[in-house]
């Protein structure tokens, strides 16, 4: 079956970096676009990312632009977030998920989906 598993997650300062990892199995890694999203408590899951299946193409939230930058290891069936000047309202459980599909920073266009790994931000 199909597994996405994050990791790297943490507490961390304002200004510190961290890189989270998604590992894949079970499907055809280099044939799905990947998405990171995240959700804090009592919010909706919002969308932070995705990168195409050959990693030639990414897509960011506006709130992360700049400071966030997606990559992928199709050899080691991999996706990264490396997430730079982290802010308090970065705090959030960052999940990745993946789809056939094209570009789309829809929850719903992503048919797996990892557990999350939780990244807390301190002031």
């Known amino acids: 079956q199909v597994q996405l598993v994050e990791s790297g997650g943490g507490l961390v300062q304002a200004g510190d970096s961290l890189r989270l990892s998604c590992a894949a199995s079970?499907?055809?890694?280099?044939?799905?676009?990947m998405g990171w999203f995240r959700q804090a408590p009592g919010n909706q899951r919002q969308f932070v990312g995705t990168?195409?299946?050959?990693?030639?193409?990414?897509d960011y939230a506006d709130s992360v632009k700049g400071r966030f930058t997606i990559s992928r290891d199709n050899a080691k069936n991999t996706v990264y977030l490396q997430m730079n000047s982290l802010k308090p309202e970065d705090t959030a459980v960052y999940s990745c998920?993946?789809?056939?599909?094209?570009?789309?920073?829809?929850?719903?266009?992503?048919?797996?989906w990892g557990r999350g790994t939780q990244v807390t931000v301190s002031s």
């Open positions: 998920a993946a789809t056939r599909l094209g570009n789309s920073r829809s929850p719903t266009a992503y048919n797996y």
């Open positions: 079970g499907l055809t890694f280099s044939s799905y676009r």
């Open positions: 990168i195409s299946s050959t990693g030639g193409n990414t």
